[in-house]
């Protein structure tokens, strides 16, 4: 799956960190985040022009030491959230995935001895709410396998970045890695202290940590989960813990976050690992 045609650039694919919201985000145009994770969006399919996506969402967990990944090509979305008009469960997101691309996945995770088991299941509305702004099925079509990997169970950062450091090497095939969550995600606060452009402390030391040295980087991002206000901006963890995965799979490449906007007690940021290629 290499590109031996790559040329005046990296020679493989940078990771994506991408701040997705939830399933009414799809109908917010003017939200600020709406036209940025579009914009991120563009980059990814006229530039970095992947051969294949695997993508990590806040909203499937497998056990504490196994990770699930979905092996069928043809599957129906899932719609995992409750209380909407009737007509957001009615939404399509055009998707195929890859068994030749989840083997390859496999073999990786197997390889540094991490469980995978297979299973067929459709992806979550925390990969395809997000790709349906990112990847507009009429504007900016995506059209190439997507595969949607587990995270652990675990609240483990450390466990969650060596699953993605397992899996850097796909990187040199033309395939994309992308972590989706939020940078911060409090919904529990959220109406309370809903606003836009205020900073955020845990917003700032995300940043600060994610873009560090790629040597002292790990070690960063674990010690922010001991910061006084990691739990204020996740009460749980999952939402950010595909950028640990993601920030494994980058290797020696540096973190940028390319925006963020604090609204109340979420963020948006969304971040690159790498660089792009240029032609």
Do not use: C
Not at 265 to 274: D, V
């Amino acid at each position: 799956m290499s590109d031996p045609s790559r040329t005046g650039g990296p020679s493989r694919a940078p990771v994506y960190f991408l701040g997705i919201g939830g399933p009414n985000f799809i109908e917010n145009p003017d939200h600020p985040a709406y036209a940025q994770l579009a914009a991120v969006g563009r980059e990814i399919t006229t530039k970095v022009k992947p051969k294949a996506v695997v993508v990590f969402s806040a909203h499937w967990q497998s056990g504490p030491s196994k990770i699930q990944i979905n092996v069928a090509e043809q599957t129906d979305l899932i719609y995992d959230f409750y209380g909407f008009p009737p007509h957001y469960y009615e939404y399509k997101y055009p998707n195929r995935g890859s068994p030749e691309v989840a083997s390859k996945v496999i073999e990786k995770l197997a390889g540094a001895g991490i469980e995978v088991e297979k299973v067929q299941r459709g992806l979550d509305h925390g990969v395809w709410t997000g790709f349906l702004v990112a990847f507009d099925p009429k504007k900016n079509p995506l059209d190439v396998p997507i595969v949607q990997v587990s995270l652990y169970s675990s609240e483990d950062p450390d466990q969650h970045y060596r699953l993605g450091r397992a899996l850097e090497s796909l990187r040199e095939e033309g395939v994309l890695i992308i972590g989706a969550g939020m940078a911060a995600h409090n919904l529990r606060d959220f109406r309370a202290i809903r606003g836009t452009g205020k900073t955020m402390p845990f917003d700032e030391a995300l940043k600060d940590a994610t873009t560090a040295d790629p040597e002292e980087r790990q070690a960063k991002m674990s010690a922010l989960l001991r910061r006084s206000d990691a739990r204020q901006a996740h009460p749980t963890l999952e939402h950010l813990l595909p950028i640990y995965i993601a920030a494994g799979a980058a290797g020696s490449d540096s973190g940028e976050r390319l925006w963020t906007l604090p609204e109340g007690s979420l963020s948006w940021a969304q971040y690159r690992f790498g660089e792009v290629a240029t032609t």
